[in-house]
């Protein structure tokens, strides 16, 4: 369905690829990977045919319908959560628009266009939508929010959510897990598993790429080299072939010397001279072998440690926090001991980062107390950490300044390095990088001169391969107490070694690693995704109660337990009474139906022209509602399943 023939491109002397050649059939899932500046992007946009290639072609079956999903800045305006997410095709759009337009029901653009609505099925679009949102955790109030009021996460989520409905041949996802939770992440997957078209993908999330490609492509070096299976048979398969290679150069390598000395040795020599010129001439036709070049050679740094800390480095008791009449915590109690590696999990919105900023003291606490324990310094990683540069600094003189001794220049280059500022772009100034590299610019400052108390909100966004594992080795040996946010399942495993579940303002521990927590949580990494829609993804603090920290006695956990019981059967029986209202409504307006259409299958209903429009604008009305109220009774009744299983 996709044929890349001999493809190469470059930006002025920096050449990206060179005669690359890549073929994609329907219904295969392959995993774009390579470091960052290697051209996946690119190689995107040349198949999007957003940028020419410097010569090859690009071959695509007829009538192809690509869907594209960008790393960032998707597009919103003035339509809703929902229109935009259904808006698959151009007349969809259009429609959406008049309707938008035209709000009076009885204008006749308005009629028309619900007309031509029905005729393409639009309700059915619609509720499926619904499920789809859903479950990428958009509560339902979200989706009749103008898309354009939404956060630029929760806006890509939307995008998303729009072709997945819309289901086209060939699927392109530009770093799709960047704005998923642990929990929204898992349902995506199994969504990508069912999916009927064919996947390209370009991500540096391993459980992503394990989960979800048969096949595996690589741009390293200006080279494309397909691998089958998923990211650990690319792994392996790659280790081989370079291996299988290393060992071919050496021979080649021997031989070459072998040739070289007997021409050295014998071509002065009359009687040896031919045979000389014979192995002269070999050499020339000898197609070389390359040395293998290995895109992910591990980089070898040490970072500074942290003074010691006391036993006790954070505390927080009796904690309220709420952002206007949105209530994170209620009462949350917190002691956090040093040495502790602790990672958050739970949905968007449940808490996780404002719980950072609460540590960090980014954000004043409405009541409660947070204290810092002996001799306890805090560094935070956000996003809002680059607005601590200097702007008019360069990069390498940005992390200099954090130096405090043990570490030279080159030192302090060779951890830029693998934080991907290589070469001359240490001399860069802070204020021409992008967004992602003064993200890394302002992690490399805190590793530098890293605190005993180390708060990460998503620390890996923006970071290759190579460079997430430079990462969890300067991690693994850091001394310090860590807490961190992440949606990447690897460096989780890396590196946590307790987990910290939140979920509707209430805290519970975990005392073991992420697969710990999944064991006795008692779902799977995947699960997660399923209930994501059904667990509050944004809480309003209805739900908050009194957080947990450390080992619960067996008291303590029977009563969680009797609350958990308690809150799951009135959220069962809340949803019950939903679906019942829904089902009394959709049987009252099905008998609406019936008797509209008796009416209309009367010629007597005709006599009158002005009545007979205005029994065919009620019949359009009441079928409108009647296809709102099932897709809202689906996706209640869903959740009702959901619960009960």
């Not at 979200?142 to 939307?158: E, F, N, V």
């Not at 829609?533 to 309003?540: E, F, H, Q, V, Y």
């Amino acid at each position: 369905m996709l044929t890349i023939s001999q493809i190469s491109k470059g930006f002025g002397p920096k050449v990206l690829f060179s005669d690359i050649s890549f073929r994609l059939q329907r219904g295969e899932r392959v995993g774009l990977v390579g470091p960052n500046g290697a051209g996946k992007t690119t190689l995107f946009n040349i198949v999007l045919g957003q940028s020419e290639p410097d010569s090859g072609e690009i071959e695509t079956e007829r009538d192809l319908r690509i869907g594209y999903l960008p790393q960032e800045s998707a597009p919103a305006g003035d339509e809703t959560v929902t229109e935009l997410a259904s808006s698959i095709t151009p007349e969809l759009c259009e429609i959406y628009k008049t309707l938008r337009q035209f709000p009076d029901p009885e204008a006749p653009e308005r009629l028309s266009a619900m007309e031509r609505f029905v005729e393409l099925d639009g309700y059915k679009l619609e509720a499926r939508t619904k499920r789809i949102l859903a479950g990428l955790a958009f509560r339902s109030d979200d989706c009749d929010k103008p898309a354009h009021t939404l956060s630029g996460g929760w806006i890509m989520r939307a995008h998303l959510a729009r072709l997945l409905v819309m289901e086209p041949d060939l699927l392109m996802l530009d770093e799709p897990t960047n704005h998923l939770d642990l929990e929204t992440l898992g349902w995506f997957q199994n969504q990508l598993k069912r999916y009927p078209g064919a996947i390209l993908t370009i991500s540096h999330d391993r459980e992503f790429l394990n989960a979800v490609c048969d096949g595996i492509a690589e741009i390293a070096h200006g080279k494309l080299h397909r691998y089958t299976g998923n990211y650990e048979h690319y792994l392996k398969e790659k280790a081989e072939r370079e291996a299988q290679q290393l060992a071919a150069y050496k021979n080649q390598q021997r031989e070459i010397a072998h040739l070289e000395d007997f021409v050295r040795r014998f071509r002065a020599k009359a009687t040896k001279a031919s045979q000389a010129q014979a192995r002269l001439k070999q050499l020339e036709k000898m197609e070389r072998i390359e040395a293998p070049e290995s895109a992910a050679d591990t980089i070898h740094f040490k970072f500074p440690q942290p003074d010691r800390s006391g036993q006790r480095v954070a505390t927080l008791e009796k904690v309220d926090q709420a952002y206007g009449d949105h209530r994170v915590y209620s009462g949350l109690d917190l002691k956090i001991e040093k040495g502790q590696r602790i990672v958050l999990v739970g949905p968007n919105g449940a808490g996780k980062s404002t719980l950072l900023k609460i540590l960090a003291e980014q954000v004043p606490i409405q009541a409660g107390t947070r204290e810092l324990g002996l001799n306890v310094s805090v560094g935070y990683f956000s996003q809002q950490r680059v607005e601590v540069l200097d702007l008019e600094r360069t990069v390498l003189d940005e992390a200099m300044e954090r130096v405090e001794g043990g570490m030279n220049e080159q030192s302090v280059r060779t951890v830029l390095g693998a934080f991907l500022f290589r070469g001359d772009e240490v001399f860069k100034k802070v204020k021409v990088l992008s967004g992602g590299e003064k993200s890394r610019l302002a992690l490399v400052k805190l590793l530098l001169a890293p605190p005993n108390l180390l708060l990460l909100d998503e620390p890996t966004t923006h970071l290759d391969m190579p460079s997430i594992d430079a990462l969890v080795s300067a991690l693994k040996d850091y001394s310090g107490t860590l807490l961190f946010v992440s949606h990447d399942v690897h460096f989780i495993r890396a590196i946590a070694e307790e987990t910290i579940q939140i979920q509707a303002g209430k805290i519970t521990h975990y005392p073991g690693d992420y697969d710990y927590y999944l064991r006795k949580s008692g779902t799977s990494s995947e699960q997660e995704g399923l209930v994501a829609g059904l667990k509050n993804a944004r809480p309003d603090g209805s739900l908050a109660t009194e957080g947990e920290h450390k080992a619960l006695s067996a008291k303590e956990r029977r009563r969680i337990a009797a609350e958990e019981r308690k809150a799951a059967s009135a959220a069962r029986k809340d949803i019950e009474r939903r679906v019942n209202r829904l089902e009394a409504e959709i049987m009252e307006l099905e008998e609406q139906q019936g008797e509209i259409s008796k009416q209309l299958e009367d010629p007597s209903s005709y006599s009158d022209p002005e009545a007979a429009k205005e029994l065919n604008v009620k019949a359009g009305r009441v079928a409108k509602y009647l296809e709102e109220k099932n897709y809202e009774w689906e996706i209640a009744a869903g959740e009702l399943s959901a619960l009960q299983s």
